[in-house]
Each structure stands twice: as structure tokens, then as C-alpha cells.
């Protein structure tokens, strides 16, 4: 679950702009940069970043064919998801009663 985490969320969003270094990530988080490379880390492993060197800096880029990867995944289900709601949403307005009719007044009971 490596995009469960809020702030792993805000560093692939702030990738999606361009490549960054830890330090980089780490400043708009009130974390320290070891807690943001313990971040990038789990997206390296789950395959969503990769890191290259430049020299003495070690750039985290996003990996696009991944996150395109995932979001074809996710929108499968999001797809499958919206089709079932729809047919509760069906189903629920054929159980609603007919507009005008009497919602609050009482039901006339026999007795034998």
C-alpha cells in the first residue's frame, strides 16, 4: 500500500511536477528528510520512483509507465464501482412510493 500514506501521496504528486531531491521533498513536510528517504524508499520498492545519480545529487524521478499502470488498475474498479452504484440508485428509486401519495397519513386496519 505505498500510496496509502498521505505524505507519499504529496511526494508522487510533487514528482509529478519534475524530479526532486529527498531534501527537496522533504521541505514541504514538517518530517525530517530521513522519514521523507524512508518514504521515497517504499515507492522505489513498490516500482513508482526510481533515483538517479548527478553527481553528488541523487534525483527521485517518478516513474509515469508505472503510475499509468496503476491508475489503468484503479480505474477498472472505479468503473465497476459507478456501474453498481448506478443499479442501487435504480433499484432505490423503484422502491421509493409514488410522488403525492400519502406518506404520513396512518394505514386503515381491519379487525375480524
Known amino acids: 500500500m505505498a500510496l496509502a ?6 511526494i508522487v504528486a510533487q514528482l509529478s511536477r519534475g ?3 529527498v531534501g527537496e521533498l522533504a521541505a514541504p513536510h514538517p518530517i525530517t528528510v530521513q522519514a521523507v528517504s524512508r518514504h521515497v524508499r517504499v515507492l522505489e ?13 541523487r534525483p527521485v524521478h517518478l516513474d509515469s ?5 496503476l491508475t489503468a488498475w484503479l ?3 472505479r ?3 459507478e456501474a453498481r452504484y448506478r443499479r442501487l440508485d435504480g ?3 423503484e422502491l421509493q412510493p409514488p410522488s403525492g401519495a400519502d406518506e404520513g397519513a396512518p394505514t ?3 379487525t375480524s
Request: no cysteine; aromatic share 2%.
Open 5 to 10: 500514506d498521505p505524505v507519499r501521496r504529496s
Open 19 to 21: 524530479p526532486a531531491s
Open 45 to 57: 520498492v513498490a516500482g513508482l520512483v526510481t533515483r538517479s545519480r548527478d553527481a553528488q545529487r
Open 65 to 69: 509507465a508505472a503510475l499509468e499502470a
Open 75 to 77: 480505474d477498472r474498479y
Open 79 to 81: 468503473l465497476i464501482a
Open 91 to 93: 433499484l432505490l428509486t
Open 108 to 110: 386503515e386496519r381491519t
